[in-house]
């Protein structure tokens, strides 16, 4: 029931900056409760965090004491104790035991968790997906999730609109969204490079690219390839420049732009089945002779754990989406006129969809 502390507690790490602050020392370096202190009151000074335009202007210590011990006893951070003070080498690691020490003493670094949280020069950073998931927006329609039982939309009953309209209306929001949908990409760019596919493909068409991240990736790569980045227009408005990537605004309902083959990574799994095949049908009509479509989604399996997740968070955010079994993949991609279906595990439970007619 309490399993919400740790996600928020990350969230409150990030908002305040604390991975970023420990990063700054340099790989492998950590810091003691008064210099990350000291960091903050200088970062709350030059730029405040998110909440904090009410109390005290300067950082309570013991409040952040209870925060690091926290994340220590948790894995967040690493924690340890300077056995000799003339000697810089002679540490001993603390661990979960924070709490029982002499917090002057006490030095505080990253871990493998916390790495994936420092948001500057970080690729494969993991901070905005956490945001996202932890905002008042995302968590307000966890709480209608039982509506879903009737046939209500959690995410339409919380807030009057779809989690589309949502985002295309609240700006902020929306940079949110796309700045998770680009670090999205770091989970599935090592599975990625598994498909020898790539090297044969001059055109690629990413639907539902955001702001072009994975193409990005893709196209430094394969040298040979041009990437065309294909998302609603409010999103590519945001996009910046790529080379070799070129940024189109649309509607996937109506069109897809041509291409050798078609991206699609997890886009299919936020829409019911009609609407997947009307997709699935224009990527048919867009592709050269001999093209393929390639779907990037997880495929569910009985003792899939991180599938059915997602497929609570997919009844809670989308009217719509869901995660699909093999077999449900099959027959949807049938139902959109293709005769080809191959199956290619890149990580465990994701799965690249090889189609072609």
């Not at 003691?32 to 202190?37: D, N, P, W």
């Not at 500057?120 to 950073?125: E, L, Y």
């Not at 039982?149 to 969204?177: L, M």
């Not at 997602?310 to 993949?329: A, I, K, V, Y």
């Amino acid at each position: 029931m309490f399993g919400f502390v740790t996600p928020f507690v990350m969230r409150s790490a990030v908002l305040l900056g604390l991975p970023d602050i420990i990063a700054r020392a340099g790989p492998g370096k950590s810091l003691t409760l008064q210099q990350i202190a000291a960091a903050l009151n200088t970062t709350r000074s030059n730029n405040n965090v998110d909440g904090s335009g009410a109390g005290s202007t300067s950082v309570n210590k013991s409040n952040l004491q209870r925060l690091l011990n926290y994340m220590v006893a948790s894995g967040i951070l690493s924690c340890s104790k300077k056995v000799q003070d003339d000697d810089p080498q002679s540490e001993l690691v603390i661990g979960a035991a924070a709490a029982d020490h002499d917090s002057d003493h006490l030095q505080y670094g990253l871990t493998a968790v916390s790495n994936l949280l420092v948001t500057k020069n970080n690729p494969s950073t993991q901070a905005p997906m956490l945001l996202l998931q932890t905002s008042a927006a995302a968590q307000a329609s966890w709480a209608h999730l039982h509506c879903s039982v009737f046939g209500e939309h959690p995410w339409r009953t919380a807030h009057g609109k779809n989690v589309w309209e949502y985002s295309r209306d609240n700006p902020e929001f929306n940079r949110t969204v796309n700045a998770a949908m680009a670090t999205s990409v770091a989970m599935v760019s090592c599975g990625l490079h598994k498909y020898e596919g790539f090297k044969h493909i001059k055109t690629l068409v990413d639907v539902g690219g955001g702001v072009g991240k994975a193409l990005e990736i893709l196209v430094s790569s394969y040298p040979q390839m041009h990437g065309i980045n294909f998302d609603q227009p409010h999103v590519v408005a945001g996009a910046p420049n790529i080379p070799g990537v070129e940024h189109v605004g649309g509607n996937m309902f109506e069109s897809i732009p041509s291409g050798d083959a078609i991206f699609i990574k997890f886009i299919l799994h936020n829409w019911g089945d009609d609407d997947c095949i009307k997709v699935l049908k224009n990527c048919k009509k867009a592709l050269h002779e001999n093209g393929k479509v390639l779907i990037y989604e997880l495929v569910m399996h009985p003792n899939g754990r991180w599938a059915q997740m997602m497929d609570m968070t997919m009844l809670t955010q989308f009217e719509s989406g869901m995660e699909r079994t093999e077999q449900q993949w099959r027959t949807l991609i049938a139902a959109a006129g293709f005769s080809s279906i191959n199956f290619i595990e890149l990580n465990p439970e994701h799965w690249l969809i090889e189609v072609s007619n």
